[in-house]
């Protein structure tokens, strides 16, 4: 998962994945039975950040509806392909990114949700008919704070794109949606005018710059563990894992710029034909409950998406939160990029190799 | 015992192993390959697609520079390194050979992003070079082929020095003794005895080597510069990232034929020397 901020697999996930395996049979059988089971599965993507989330989310769901929560590591849409086609549904909630959580809401991979479970007025991004918006995440840019003081590093994509003004080696995600969003605002098109994208235009811009990108991070952790060994100098990357720089065991402490950013959805469904649906129906509609979501926030960093909660966050926490409602800041168009990602990243990968 | 008995003995023997790999291996690959061509539409849809796509064509491209340069690299290494271990003393020669074995017990993500670190700008190699020379040198070692090739060249030396080692250790010490009394200098008896000599351990470590770097992956993706993305790099992206699995699967089947073509030699070449080592 190139796309997402988040940790990839730990020992501790691949474990509960492995005993889930072994207990599998049996746990399907009665979940077929009985519509009132009293277990759910979801998928995480491990590490410290899936820790987070069964401090503040998972263990409290459980203690107030008694349903417990298996998780499974690597959310991966081959893999729910493959469980749909074979009629083999193994999950029950799913955690995605945007353009996959759409993708599938196309093609139908997913349950529709009872929009009387949402305080929809409390939620920035309203659940759309089968995907809930859990979470927010901001892609930007980051530096080293030791090697460029105030005004010496691009602060908005503009800046990042005048390599005259801001000389220096730079490090995008090697993805299609971000890169020819940043490239586009870069060239000075306001955010609203953004979609469709004028990718021609896009792919001129990041021409101009070509030189000056020293790297294509293949992973987020290499998106700021360039940035930090001095690689590159100014990197593409995410807000949280600019903040895990300045804690315990982060490595050396990089910085980010709130000024422009971009936002990206972070969604989570339930699967056709779940084992465990209702249950799964519950967790969704606890996950964005105003207190959980601040819970959740004030651990991982992210940017909750009730809006109640933005107000419950702690000074600290708050210092990390982009203004959504900055018209500078552009969020990622999901639907856009569910339609045209095919075609628009391979001549992304074609371009980057050329 | 003549050659079919031995054959025959060791089928009884070999069969279960042979039975389970097949039995776990063909499906799924008969699966890719049917996948491939749409089921039983027998569509060739998908190859004609790939044989015209550029990004293919340039993928596969740089997939075969990458492998052939790599491969001899690494076999050039490991015959220094097999030869050295040969004129060990067999005690000495295990001790060795563990610290050969060892870049294989490391899992490779860790090499790569400890690589980052030797290797990087301000990376401790740069980091001596500028303290020698007492000036800022930034010699641009990772994220481009030298650094794939850094990365790659460490996890092929160890397969590639097995089979050169093999050889090297089969040459009859008589052979060097009559090349010496009769004068050849060092430089003659590499030339003329243990390069000729050890030849079907060199070529065996040149298709190993080869073979595992045409499936390279990880090295590319995170020691390689964007120019360097190979096969298994295309097939993540059509598998994981589009979903399109029929294209998944011709690229595949691609790369499987290309290995399968290489690794036959291979096979058949091993079934030689074996007959030929029976004679002496």
Redesign the interface.
């Known amino acids: 998962m190139n796309r997402r901020p988040f940790s990839t697999v730990s020992r501790r996930s691949f474990l509960a994945c492995a005993s889930r395996a072994i207990v599998a049979p049996m746990v399907m059988k009665t979940s077929g039975a009985f519509a009132d089971s009293d277990i759910v599965t979801l998928t995480s993507t491990g590490g410290s950040y899936q820790e987070n989330v069964t401090r503040t989310v998972l263990t409290p769901f459980t203690e107030e509806t008694g349903i417990k929560v298996n998780i499974v590591p690597m959310p991966n849409m081959a893999k729910i392909k493959a469980q749909l086609l074979t009629g083999n549904v193994e999950w029950d909630v799913v955690n995605l990114p945007g353009t996959d959580a759409q993708f599938g809401s196309k093609q139908g991979y997913w349950e529709k949700l009872d929009p009387s479970m949402f305080d929809l007025s409390d939620l920035v991004v309203p659940p759309t008919r089968d995907v809930v918006t859990a979470q927010l995440y901001a892609q930007g840019i980051a530096w080293d704070p030791e090697k460029f003081g105030p005004r010496q590093h691009p602060a908005n994509f503009a800046e990042f794109f005048d390599i005259k003004a801001f000389p220096g080696r730079r490090a995008l995600r090697p993805d299609g949606p971000s890169t020819l969003e940043t490239a586009l605002l870069g060239d000075g098109v306001a955010p609203k005018d953004i979609y469709p994208l004028d990718v021609d235009r896009a792919f001129k811009v990041l021409g101009r710059i070509k030189p000056s990108i020293a790297a294509w991070p293949a992973t987020t952790t290499q998106s700021i563990s360039l940035l930090q060994t001095g690689e590159v100098d100014f990197s593409m990357t995410y807000s949280n894992r600019v903040k895990a720089t300045m804690e315990r065991g982060g490595g050396k402490p990089m910085a980010f710029s709130l000024d422009q950013t971009l936002i990206f959805t972070d969604q989570f469904v339930v699967i056709k034909g779940a084992p465990n649906k209702a249950n799964g129906m519950k967790l969704l509609a606890y996950l964005v409950r105003p207190e959980v979501q601040a819970r959740l926030e004030e651990a991982v960093g992210l940017i909750p998406v009730s809006m109640k909660a933005g107000a419950m966050l702690s000074e600290a926490a708050r210092k990390w939160q982009p203004n959504l409602r900055d018209p500078k800041n552009l969020v990622i168009s999901d639907p856009y990029w569910s339609d045209n990602y095919e075609k628009v990243q391979s001549r992304f990968k074609e371009w980057i190799q050329t | 015992m003549n050659r079919s008995s031995t054959i025959g003995a060791q089928a009884i023997f070999m069969s279960p192993a042979v039975l389970l790999a097949a039995t776990i291996m063909l499906p799924p690959l008969f699966f890719i390959l049917y996948t491939s061509v749409h089921g039983t539409s027998l569509s060739l849809h998908e190859y004609r697609e790939i044989a015209s796509s550029?990004?293919f064509r340039?993928?596969l491209g740089?997939t075969l520079v990458i492998a052939v340069a790599s491969s001899v690299l690494s076999v050039f290494l490991a015959f220094i390194v097999a030869v050295h271990l040969a004129r060990q003393t067999a005690r000495r020669r295990t001790i060795l050979l563990v610290l050969v074995l060892l870049p294989l017990w490391t899992s490779i993500l860790v090499k790569c992003?400890a690589f980052?670190?030797i290797l990087?700008?301000?990376?401790i190699l740069n980091g001596i070079l500028s303290w020698l020379f007492n000036t800022k040198i930034q010699l641009p070692l990772?994220?481009n082929r030298i650094g794939l090739f850094v990365g790659l060249t460490n996890s092929l030396v160890p397969i590639a020095v097995f089979p050169i080692l093999a050889s090297v250790l089969a040459i009859d010490d008589s052979v060097y003794r009559a090349a010496s009394i009769m004068g050849a200098k060092p430089a003659r008896i590499l030339r003329t005895i243990t390069i000729p000599l050890s030849l079907p351990g060199i070529l065996a470590g040149l298709f190993t080597t080869f073979v595992y770097s045409l499936g390279a992956y990880i090295v590319p993706?995170?020691l390689g510069?964007?120019?360097d993305?190979m096969l298994s790099n295309?097939v993540d992206?059509y598998?994981?990232?589009?979903?399109?699995?029929p294209r998944a699967a011709a690229i595949s089947v691609v790369l499987l034929a290309m290995i399968s073509v290489f690794g036959t030699p291979l096979a058949f070449w091993r079934q030689r020397k074996g007959i030929g080592g029976a004679r002496v």
């Open positions: 550029s990004l340039r993928t740089t992003f980052t670190i990087g700008r301000d990376g990772v994220l993706s995170l510069g964007p120019r993305q295309l992206f598998n994981r990232q589009v979903l399109d699995w």
